[in-house]
């Protein structure tokens, strides 16, 4: 159908699925069911949009790109559980989905400038949400799933697992994708938490203490973070401010949140 031909723009991130052997094994490892929501974000032209709704499931797409509108209108408009959405992922609102607490289960090749920023404001909603699969560059995926201790373990390791488990799942090269992207790619499972294992008193403090220690992550915590708290509110989260921030787990950076929430500096941003 020459009519309905793209062609990829680097602007929208757009590195088409083509692999059928991939897809397949992003299909099994998503296993969804009739019944079930479905969120799947920039569709692109349906590599992965066909088998998902083939699940029987009920499935929204958000694509930013006008010109592939058509394209998925055509492909999968007639069918009566797909809604499409046109518009930015980053100023969609999921409230207006409708869907019950952890029920939508989100899936996306995802445009990789957009992922971080996009992945922070899913786990803004993240009470909706049952699980998410995406494939990202598996640089980021590695941070994601790091521990403590390493070069990996950083703000996107422990803010996204606060609110999430992780699972790494595969790997997947460049020759699965139309363009092929310069570097590697990799499919996540996070599942967000039903209760938070180390709820912080508020985790806009969890976010601003995790942002300032690891600004410059070479230096000790009783220097990265001397303009946020004092060194005898840092032994009072029972932390050594001697260490490198690299060397805390995420509940040592919850403790050290929940002492900043009692200092008079906390009201301030
Ligand atoms: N899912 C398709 C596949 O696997 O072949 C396309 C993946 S491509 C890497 C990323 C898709 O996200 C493109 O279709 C692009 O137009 C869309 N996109 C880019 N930025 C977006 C945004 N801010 N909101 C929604 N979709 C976006």
Redesign the pocket.
């Known amino acids: 159908m020459s009519e309905y031909q793209h062609r990829a723009?680097k602007r929208?991130?757009?590195?088409?699925?083509h692999d059928a052997g991939v897809i397949d094994r992003i299909l099994r490892a998503i296993r969804a069911k009739e019944g079930e929501r479905l969120l799947?974000?920039?569709?692109?032209?349906g590599?992965?949009t066909e088998g998902l709704l083939g699940s029987g499931a009920q499935l929204d797409v958000?694509?930013?790109?006008l010109d592939?509108i058509p394209i998925l209108q055509a492909k999968f408009g007639s069918n009566p559980r797909f809604q499409l959405n046109q518009?930015?992922?980053?100023k969609f609102d999921f409230a207006r989905l409708d869907a019950a607490p952890r029920s939508l289960r989100v899936v996306?090749?995802?445009?990789y400038n957009?992922s971080t920023p996009l992945i922070f404001h899913l786990l803004d909603n993240a009470t909706l949400i049952r699980d998410m699969h995406f494939?990202l560059q598996k640089e980021v995926v590695e941070r994601m799933a790091a521990g403590p201790g390493g070069g990996d373990w950083g703000r996107l390791s422990i803010m996204v697992q606060y609110h999430c488990r992780v699972e790494h799942l595969f790997n997947v090269g460049p020759g699965a994708f139309n363009p092929a992207p310069k570097v590697d790619s990799a499919i996540v499972r996070l599942v967000p938490h039903e209760t938070l294992p180390h709820p912080a008193k508020d985790h806009r403090l969890l976010e601003r203490v995790v942002r300032e220690a690891f600004n410059q992550r070479r230096k000790t915590l009783r220097n990265t973070l001397k303009q946020l708290m004092p060194a005898d509110a840092i032994e009072a989260a029972a932390v050594d401010g001697s260490l490198r921030p690299e060397q805390l787990d995420l509940a040592a950076f919850v403790r050290l949140a929940d002492q900043l929430a009692l200092q008079p500096s906390a009201a301030q941003d």
């Open positions: 723009r929208f991130g757009q590195n088409f699925l799947e974000i920039g569709p692109g032209q590599a992965l958000i694509e930013l790109d592939l518009g930015d992922a980053l996306g090749n995802l445009p957009i494939m």
